[in-house]
């Protein structure tokens, strides 16, 4: 099959690589002109664990190409897919400019039957907006289908290549035949293929995501009342995790949820839901509680320096808003270090992979480490906020070593209670007894 997917961003990439991958020809359209030349020649743009062999073996193949312009890009197509971004507009809807501006110049564009496919996440209603966009230019036949992506970074391939479910909505026979065929390699290990009307498809994207950040939010809150009550969040989450109706994935508790999707969808399905007078009390509970728990740590750290930050120069691994990527769209790491500098301290941080997003984004109110350990070097504390696998086994001594003081925060759980408690360390963490030294 022909596929044109517009937007090569994560989505895009993604996407655009594994239907490649399944044996169809795949043109991806961006306007960003640097990042289509760099991945025409070869350069992979976003970090994603094993995307970049499936991404070169296509390349190599000819079944991935990369174009700037949209004209040649859906010529041949049978199915054009918008990847585009969706951010949140100045009242937190989101913002369809560039879905429906692309939609529009296909409608000049398009030359007979298509199917045209919002991969984006967008609100209710968008499949007619966008059908209504195309047809303002073109009288011809063609459908418009939503079908939501529900990848996560860091495991995108295998998400991807191995859904639990894939989600389309349409009211079209041919369009569903379309997509049935596209998506039958899925489907033949054994994942299904959900048809269902538009609206409910694309509802099924925010209620998916806002549902999970409220279990993740429900966690935090309780991890919070574990920290006054005496108990440990782990236990709980253990206890709570195996009972099946409640499942042990997303419970675990931390500094707030992050990335470029949980913040802004739970926002928008708050926004949708005003536009129809409906007041969606749990979800704006959800993004309230969530903007505390990035400073989670603030005052345990303020409390262990009595009150006083000013001059503590401190230690932070991890700033990517999860392990696996190099994404730092809303990281609470970068909200602790604009609360630690804005309390007059100083930071040097080390991510594996996100150190350059930073760089470009924050510049110089921090210092960046070479290694996990360098950024320990005459450092008050050290803090975590992105649980890496390489920093859940680190070597104790060096990090005793590198501190002035051993002294840690921990914003991810991610060392064993009694053995810091055996190593002498002064250990706080999110929902757990601190270990006072
Ligand atoms: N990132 C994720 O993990 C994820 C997962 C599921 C769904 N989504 C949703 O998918 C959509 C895309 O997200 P993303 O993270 O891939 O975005 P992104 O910002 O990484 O990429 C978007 C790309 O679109 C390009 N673009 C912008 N305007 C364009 C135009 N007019 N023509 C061609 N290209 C254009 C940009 O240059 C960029 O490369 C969003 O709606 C998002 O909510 C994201
Ligand atoms: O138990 C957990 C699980 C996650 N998180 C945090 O939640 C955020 C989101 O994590 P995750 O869902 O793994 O990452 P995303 O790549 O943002 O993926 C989400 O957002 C995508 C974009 O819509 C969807 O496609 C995915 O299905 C959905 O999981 C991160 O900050 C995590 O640290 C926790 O705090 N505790």
């Not at 961006?30 to 020649?41: F, G």
């Not at 040649?72 to 369809?96: H, N, R, V």
């Not at 079908?147 to 860091?154: D, S, T």
């Not at 345990?300 to 990527?325: D, E, M, Q, R, S």
Request: proline share 4%; aromatic share 10%.
């Amino acid at each position: 099959m022909k596929i044109t997917v517009v937007g090569t961003g994560y989505v895009g990439l993604v996407s655009g690589t594994c239907f490649a991958e399944t044996g169809n020809k795949v043109t991806c359209v961006d306007i960003d002109e640097k990042k289509v030349q760099k991945l025409a020649n070869g350069t992979i743009t976003i970090y994603e664990p094993g995307l970049e062999k499936l991404f070169q073996r296509n390349l190599k193949e000819e079944r991935l190409i990369f174009t700037t312009d949209l004209a040649e890009g859906i010529k041949e197509a049978d199915i054009i897919f918008l990847a585009l971004p969706t951010p949140p507009g100045e009242d937190g809807s989101a913002d369809l400019k560039y879905v429906l501006g692309v939609a529009e110049q296909i409608g000049k564009l398009l030359v007979g039957y298509k199917v045209i496919v919002n991969k984006s996440t967008v609100p209710v209603g968008t499949a007619q907006k966008v059908h209504n966009a195309i047809r303002k230019n073109y009288n011809g036949e063609f459908d418009v289908v939503s079908n939501p992506e529900f990848l996560r970074e860091g495991v995108a391939v295998d998400d991807f290549m191995k859904p639990d479910r894939v989600v389309v909505g349409t009211s079209s026979e041919r369009a569903k035949k379309l997509m049935s065929e596209l998506y039958a390699p899925y489907v033949r290990q054994g994942n299904p293929v959900i048809f269902m009307d538009e609206p409910s498809a694309e509802l099924t994207k925010y209620a998916a995501n806002s549902f999970l950040a409220t279990k993740i939010t429900f966690m935090n809150e309780i991890a919070r009342l574990c920290e006054l009550l005496g108990a440990d969040v782990d236990m709980v989450r253990k206890g709570i995790g195996t009972d099946e109706r409640i499942g042990k994935r997303f419970l675990f508790p931390g500094i707030g949820y992050g990335g470029s999707c949980f913040p802004k969808d739970v926002q928008a399905l708050v926004r949708s839901s005003h536009e129809v007078d409906y007041d969606f009390k749990i979800l704006e509970s959800v993004m309230q509680v969530n903007e505390d728990q990035k400073l989670h740590l603030l005052p345990k750290i303020k409390k262990y320096f009595n009150g006083n930050l000013v001059g503590k120069h401190f230690a932070l691994w991890g700033l990517a808003f999860k392990p696996n990527t190099d994404d730092i769209r809303e990281a609470p790491a970068l909200y602790i270090i604009k609360a630690l500098v804005g309390e007059g301290a100083t930071v040097t941080a080390y991510d594996p992979e996100a150190m350059p997003n930073v760089k470009a984004q924050v510049n110089d109110i921090i210092n960046y480490a070479e290694t996990q350990y360098d950024a320990l070097k005459e450092a008050d504390a050290l803090i975590i906020a992105t649980e890496w696998n390489e920093f859940r086994t680190p070597e104790f001594e060096k990090i005793a070593a590198g501190l002035k003081s051993k002294v840690i925060f921990d914003g991810r759980n991610v060392f064993d209670l009694q053995h810091m408690e055996s190593l002498g360390f002064h250990y706080e963490s999110v929902g757990r007894k601190p270990i006072t030294k």
